[in-house]
C-alpha cells in the first residue's frame, strides 16, 4: 500500500517519536510511505523546539499567528496535491493539528480515504496553556478535520469520548493507544549493568523521564528523599528537561541532597532505554487528562515497577497492584505514599514489574501493532470505497 503521511510538525520532541516510530512500522510491513511537512522536520535535531515558528508564536498576537496557521494550509494542500499526483498514494494519514483542514481538503479532491490521528484536543489545550484569539474560528477547524475525516484514531478512551462530542459517530472512531519499538529496548542493558554505567551502584532508584514541569510533583518526591536518614540508597535520576529542572536543582541544593539526585539533561533517543533500565521505580506523575504518555510505555517494556495516578487515561493501561501501583492525584500526599509503599515492599516491586512488561504483549502496544491496525482500517475504508 502507498500511503501519504501528512503532518505539521517542527519540534524534534515527544510528536516527532511517534510519527518517525509510525512511518518506520508501517515502511517495516512493506508498505510505501509518502512524507508531506515542513522542511525543517527533518532537520532540526532531537529535543529541539519549533525553532522560528516558536519565536513567531511567542512574539507576534494570537490572532495574526492563528491566521498564519491557517494559511499554511494553503501552502500545505499544494504540497500534498502535487505528491498526491506524483505517487499516487491509495490513502492519506494525517496527524491532526489545529487550523490545518488541508488534508480534508486534498482526500475530497483526490477521492482519497484519510484516517486521521488524534493525539490532543488542541482548542481544548491551547485554550488552557496558550489562549487563543479566534475561538470560533479554532472551534470550526477542529469540528471540520473530526468530522469529516473517513476514521478519527484518538490515542486513549478519554480523547475519544471528546471526539465524539464533536458530533462524530462512534463506529468512525477507533483507539489506538501509543507503543514502543521493541528493538530500541530489547537492546538494553540489565539494571545493574544500567546503574554501573550510570554511577548509581547499590542505590535504589527512583526515575522519571521526559519534559519536567512544575504540576508533575517531582518536588514531593525530593521532599521524600530528604526526609531519609544520610545513609538511605534512595535516589532520584531525572532523564530529560524542562522548565522546572533548575527549580528542582535548586530545592536539592537547599534540601541538601544534591548527592541523592541526578539530572541528565536532554539525552538521544538511542540512550533512553539505557538509563530507564537503571530505575527500580519509575515515575509517571501528573498527567493530562486524556494524554497516552510515551514514556508510560518504554517502562513497560523495560519491565519498571510503575508509580501512577489513577485517573482514567492512565487505568486504560494500567491496574492498581497488578501492573503498577497508583495514586489519588487529588490527594496531595499521594505520589509520596505510592513511592514510599513500593520502596518498602521488594516483592510487590518484583510483582508489578513483571506484570508490567507481560503488559505489552497482552495489550499489543508496540508500533508496528498500531501500523497493522491502519492498514487493516485503510483496508475496511478501500473495500467499501
Known amino acids: 500500500m502507498r500511503i501519504l503521511y501528512h503532518h505539521r ?40 523546539d519549533a525553532g522560528a515558528v516558536a519565536l513567531l508564536k511567542r512574539w507576534l498576537p494570537k490572532w495574526f499567528y492563528e491566521l498564519m496557521e491557517l494559511g499554511y494550509s494553503l501552502v500545505a494542500y499544494r504540497r ?31 477521492k482519497l480515504p484519510l484516517l486521521l490521528e488524534v493525539n490532543a484536543p488542541i482548542l481544548e489545550e ?23 475525516a473517513d476514521g478519527v484514531l484518538p490515542v486513549t478512551e478519554v480523547l475519544a469520548d471528546i471526539v465524539a462530542s464533536y458530533g462524530v459517530r462512534r463506529e468512525r472512531i477507533t483507539v489506538i493507544h501509543n507503543g514502543i519499538n521493541g528493538e530500541r529496548f530489547d537492546r538494553a542493558p540489565d539494571v545493574d549493568a544500567a546503574k554501573r554505567a550510570l554511577g548509581l551502584e547499590g542505590r535504589l ?16 518526591v525530593l521532599t521524600l528523599i530528604a526526609a531519609d536518614p544520610p545513609a538511605s540508597r534512595r535516589h532520584l535520576l531525572v532523564v530529560g528537561d524542562g522548565p522546572a529542572r533548575a527549580p528542582l536543582e535548586k530545592q536539592a541544593r537547599e534540601l541538601g541532597i544534591e548527592n541523592r539526585v541526578t539530572f541528565t539533561g536532554i539525552v538521544g533517543r538511542d540512550d533512553v532505554a539505557r538509563h530507564v533500565a537503571a530505575f527500580d521505580i519509575a515515575l509517571q506523575p501528573a498527567v493530562v487528562a486524556y494524554a497516552s504518555p510515551l514514556k508510560l510505555f518504554e ?40 513511592v514510599s509503599r513500593l520502596c518498602d515492599d521488594a516483592a510487590l516491586r518484583t510483582k508489578v514489574a513483571a506484570n508490567a512488561q507481560r503488559t505489552i504483549d497482552e495489550l499489543q502496544l508496540t508500533w508496528g501493532a498500531n501500523a497493522r491496525k491502519v492498514v487493516n482500517l485503510f483496508g475496511a475504508l478501500r473495500a467499501h470505497a
Open 9 to 48: 510538525t517542527r519540534s524534534k520532541d515527544g510528536q516527532y517519536v511517534h510519527i518517525e516510530e509510525m512511518i518506520h512500522a508501517l515502511r517495516a510491513q512493506g508498505h510505501e510511505i509518502v512524507i508531506v511537512a515542513p522542511p525543517s522536520a527533518e532537520t532540526e535535531s532531537f529535543g529541539s
Open 80 to 110: 500534498m496535491a502535487k505528491a498526491i499526483r506524483a505517487h499516487k498514494p491509495d490513502c492519506i494519514y494525517e496527524r491532526y493539528n489545529l487550523f490545518l483542514p488541508a488534508g480534508i481538503w486534498a482526500a475530497r479532491r483526490f
Open 126 to 148: 491551547r485554550t488552557r496553556y496558550d489562549g487563543l484569539s479566534l475561538t470560533r474560528l479554532a472551534r470550526w477547524s477542529q469540528a471540520y478535520a473530526w468530522r469529516n
Open 205 to 220: 532508584v527512583l526515575g522519571f523521564t521526559g519534559f519536567v514541569r512544575e504540576w508533575h510533583g517531582l518536588d514531593k
Open 299 to 338: 517502562y513497560l517494556a523495560l519491565g519498571k515497577a510503575i508509580v501512577g495516578p489513577a485517573q482514567p487515561n492512565i487505568e486504560e493501561i494500567l491496574r492498581q497492584d497488578d501492573n503498577a501501583v497508583l495514586f489519588d492525584p487529588a490527594d496531595p500526599n499521594g505520589l509520596a505514599g505510592a
